[in-house]
RNA sequence: GCGCUUGUAGCUCAGUUGGAUAGAGCGCAGCCCUGCGGAGGCUGAGGCCGUGGGUUCGAGUCCCGCCAAGCGCGCCA
């Protein structure tokens, strides 16, 4: 483990954050410097090259409280920094930082660390193990899916892998709304579907669903099922019809996960929380709490007490519950029952106004509130000649989501969605995917890896072995910068799981392929004469470091690493 | 009207808890193949970071006003 990240299991920018307090605290008992609490160190990694590697303003930020130049003050430290360990060089620049360059045999000796770890490179141990659980999509299972759900679906998998990779024990689920009127008003559309197909005329309903799915849907169950339905109690016939509807939803839905590469560990029933019992033992500790009253026959959450901005219904006069009722259950199934010791949920801007009610149910009912995170992302607006298009469900004029993994393919689908941070409001055209689908950023990332394993390949067929190549015979210019930055992706994968922002994924790929190609352009690495050997077999590591780290890109982000294209 | 989110290159978007000269892809103007995959490399043009204030040694980043866009404001979910 220790040689993952060089020193002693922490990475090189804590050990560098580390050294840095330690020359103060040096500095400061010396009394070179006065004594002041020390502030976060914050090392960074500085744009400009020619800063070093790593740099840190702690003098510029010190400089009020120690009544001193920031200047002065980074000189002091810089006089106490201890190199060695990978760190080559320290010195203090004006108006006063702290600039750190990393040592190059140190730097070239991480392309062993990084073969070493294989497959898992980039796996940072930040979860310790912890349960979290990622909920995400969980649309209504009366339609098929569209392109507007694939952002969600990309990010909440992507977000999924890089809370694994640093350590968590994740678990994604579709939270499937089984129950309500939703659930109610499909059905009724079904059997009106089902019901025309027998020549009756009955139109659909006014809160019907009109997608032209219903219609085959009616037809296969008519297909199946016979005509059954039509000598039943309309309601019941409506509800058994929509049973049978939803079940087929859900595998259409997720097949058409699978599509953009995203596997569910749970589905889980809104309806079994009204069977087991746990919806009713959550609404009486709501009650028991003092959260709740009734009004106009209803049962009101009072949740503007707990920072909402008004109440709202919790159960209806009918006695049947509202999504927010079945939200606290569920969030108590979650926390309670399945004991995660982090929820993620993952939503769309249009539920966004949910957000304060669903955070005065945990608070009501005593979750603690750093333990549930809700995420908003952004609706995606389709574009399709130069028109907007509406992404209503029910009008049934959508594109699907398979529609589109289809035309564009789940590479460059992801990819996509995925380089777009979630708050971004982002124009899907259509036209515009297709038409790019070669001229991509996704086919530049792919095509480095492909280059990597054809220069592989050769190196295989000219029967080099490099297995016992010399790493510390690297050093050119390019080799380092390629180095550095494969360097970043453990870095990387702490910041994303920590911020909740896989988003950057993608653009860390683009600059390491970019790393690459510039190397391969200045850097011969398979070579026929007998004197460059060594230095080949150098190369063939450094080149498989590479392939590694990239391959560990596209998996986090679950695309493929093609070997040719 | 109120709330949430967002305004960065011609287009689509990054910009790491406030740090040094604001970046990438596409598009545009050029240049580079006697060797490993040209789906490549290099160079250039292109920016009042929506706008006006404020905080700070320092603001694309934080705070406030204004303008614009998306979403929400149901006993639907």
Same mark, same amino acid.
């Given at each position: 483990?220790?040689?993952?990240?060089?020193?002693?299991?922490?990475?090189?920018?804590?050990?560098?954050?580390?050294?840095?307090?330690?020359?103060?605290?040096?500095?400061?008992?010396?009394?070179?410097?006065?004594?002041?609490?020390?502030?976060?160190?914050?090392?960074?990694?500085?744009?400009?090259?020619?800063?070093?590697?790593?740099?840190?303003?702690?003098?510029?930020?010190?400089?009020?409280?120690?009544?001193?130049?920031?200047?002065?003050?980074?000189?002091?430290?810089?006089?106490?920094?201890?190199?060695?360990?990978?760190?080559?060089?320290?010195?203090?620049?004006?108006?006063?930082?702290?600039?750190?360059?990393?040592?190059?045999?140190?730097?070239?000796?991480?392309?062993?660390?990084?073969?070493?770890?294989?497959?898992?490179?980039?796996?940072?141990?930040?979860?310790?193990?912890?349960?979290?659980?990622?909920?995400?999509?969980?649309?209504?299972?009366?339609?098929?899916?569209?392109?507007?759900?694939?952002?969600?679906?990309?990010?909440?998998?992507?977000?999924?892998?890089?809370?694994?990779?640093?350590?968590?024990?994740?678990?994604?689920?579709?939270?499937?709304?089984?129950?309500?009127?939703?659930?109610?008003?499909?059905?009724?559309?079904?059997?009106?579907?089902? *019901?025309? =197909?027998?020549?009756? $005329?009955?139109?659909?309903?006014?809160?019907?669903? !009109?997608? #032209?799915?219903?219609?085959? &849907? %009616?037809?296969?169950?008519?297909?199946?099922?016979?005509?059954?339905?039509?000598?039943?109690?309309?309601?019941?016939?409506?509800?058994?019809?929509?049973?049978?509807?939803?079940?087929?939803?859900?595998?259409?839905?997720?097949?058409?996960?699978?599509?953009?590469?995203?596997?569910?560990?749970?589905?889980?029933?809104?309806?079994?929380?009204?069977?087991?019992?746990?919806?009713?033992?959550?609404?009486?500790?709501?009650?028991?709490?003092?959260?709740?009253?009734?009004?106009?026959?209803?049962?009101?959450? *009072?949740? =503007?007490?707990?920072? $909402?901005?008004?109440?709202?219904?919790?159960?209806? !006069?009918? #006695?049947?519950?509202?999504? &927010? %009722?079945?939200?606290?259950?569920?969030?108590?199934?979650?926390?309670?029952?399945?004991?995660?010791?982090?929820?993620?949920?993952?939503?769309?801007?249009?539920?966004?106004?949910?957000?304060?009610?669903?955070?005065?149910?945990?608070?009501?009912?005593?979750?603690?509130?750093?333990?549930?995170?809700?995420?908003?992302?952004?609706?995606?607006?389709?574009?399709?000649?130069?028109?907007?298009?509406?992404?209503?469900?029910?009008?049934?004029?959508?594109?699907?989501?398979?529609?589109?993994?289809?035309?564009?393919?789940?590479?460059?689908?992801?990819?996509?969605?995925?380089?777009?941070?979630?708050?971004?409001?982002?124009?899907?055209?259509?036209?515009?995917?297709?038409?790019?689908?070669?001229?991509?950023?996704?086919?530049?990332?792919?095509?480095?890896?492909?280059?990597?394993?054809?220069?592989?390949?050769?190196?295989?067929?000219?029967?080099?072995?490099?297995?016992?190549?010399?790493?510390?015979?690297?050093?050119?210019?390019?080799?380092?910068?390629?180095?550095?930055?494969?360097?970043?992706?453990?870095?990387?994968?702490?910041?994303?799981?920590?911020?909740?922002?896989?988003?950057?994924?993608?653009?860390?790929?683009?600059?390491?392929?970019?790393?690459?190609?510039?190397?391969?352009?200045?850097?011969?690495?398979?070579?026929?004469?007998?004197?460059?050997?060594?230095?080949?077999?150098?190369?063939?590591?450094?080149?498989?470091?590479?392939?590694?780290?990239?391959?560990?890109?596209?998996?986090?982000?679950?695309?493929?690493?093609?070997?040719?294209?």
């Amino acid at each position: 483990m220790g040689r993952l990240h060089g020193v002693q299991g922490m990475s090189i920018q804590k050990h560098i954050e580390r050294i840095v307090i330690e020359a103060l605290l040096e500095a400061q008992r010396d009394g070179a410097l006065p004594t002041v609490e020390p502030p976060d160190p914050r090392v960074e990694r500085p744009h400009n090259p020619e800063h070093g590697d790593f740099a840190c303003a702690l003098p510029l930020r010190l400089a009020r409280p120690m009544r001193l130049s920031p200047i002065a003050i980074a000189e002091r430290i810089v006089e106490r920094v201890k190199t060695g360990e990978g760190v080559a060089r320290v010195w203090a620049v004006p108006p006063g930082f702290v600039n750190f360059a990393l040592d190059s045999a140190w730097l070239t000796a991480r392309v062993e660390t990084i073969l070493d770890a294989g497959p898992s490179y980039g796996n940072v141990d930040l979860g310790s193990g912890r349960r979290v659980q990622v909920e995400f999509v969980s649309v209504n299972p009366t339609g098929p899916l569209h392109v507007g759900h694939a952002r969600g679906a990309v990010f909440g998998s992507a977000l999924a892998n890089v809370l694994a990779a640093a350590g968590y024990d994740v678990q994604k689920e579709y939270y499937v709304n089984d129950a309500g009127n939703q659930i109610d008003a499909f059905g009724r559309s079904i059997l009106a579907r089902y *019901a025309q =197909s027998y020549g009756r $005329d009955v139109p659909l309903p006014e809160d019907g669903y !009109r997608g #032209g799915y219903v219609l085959e &849907l %009616a037809g296969d169950l008519k297909a199946e099922e016979g005509d059954r339905f039509l000598s039943m109690d309309e309601a019941e016939a409506a509800a058994q019809l929509g049973s049978l509807g939803v079940r087929r939803m859900i595998d259409l839905i997720e097949a058409d996960m699978e599509e953009i590469r995203v596997v569910y560990d749970e589905w889980f029933s809104e309806r079994s929380l009204y069977d087991n019992g746990q919806y009713d033992r959550t609404v009486a500790m709501l009650r028991n709490g003092g959260h709740l009253k009734e009004r106009d026959g209803a049962t009101w959450f *009072a949740s =503007s007490a707990l920072g $909402d901005n008004e109440d709202r219904v919790l159960v209806r !006069r009918s #006695g049947s519950p509202t999504y &927010l %009722a079945a939200d606290a259950a569920y969030h108590m199934n979650k926390f309670v029952e399945r004991g995660f010791d982090r929820v993620i949920d993952v939503w769309g801007a249009d539920h966004q106004g949910q957000v304060p009610s669903m955070k005065a149910v945990a608070k009501a009912l005593g979750i603690d509130e750093e333990r549930l995170v809700l995420l908003v992302y952004q609706l995606v607006t389709l574009k399709r000649g130069g028109e907007v298009v509406r992404l209503a469900k029910r009008s049934g004029d959508i594109v699907t989501l398979r529609e589109l993994v289809d035309e564009v393919g789940a590479d460059a689908c992801r990819f996509f969605f995925l380089s777009r941070s979630p708050e971004s409001q982002m124009e899907f055209d259509v036209d515009l995917a297709k038409e790019q689908s070669a001229e991509n950023p996704v086919y530049y990332v792919q095509y480095a890896h492909a280059r990597i394993a054809g220069i592989l390949r050769l190196a295989c067929e000219r029967g080099i072995d490099f297995r016992g190549g010399d790493v510390s015979r690297l050093g050119h210019e390019a080799e380092l910068a390629l180095i550095r930055k494969m360097l970043q992706l453990p870095e990387l994968v702490e910041q994303m799981a920590d911020a909740l922002e896989p988003h950057h994924l993608p653009h860390y790929s683009v600059e390491l392929a970019a790393a690459f190609q510039r190397f391969y352009e200045q850097c011969r690495v398979v070579s026929s004469l007998p004197e460059d050997l060594d230095l080949s077999m150098a190369r063939l590591r450094l080149v498989d470091a590479a392939r590694t780290t990239l391959a560990r890109c596209l998996d986090l982000m679950s695309m493929t690493a093609p070997e040719q294209m």
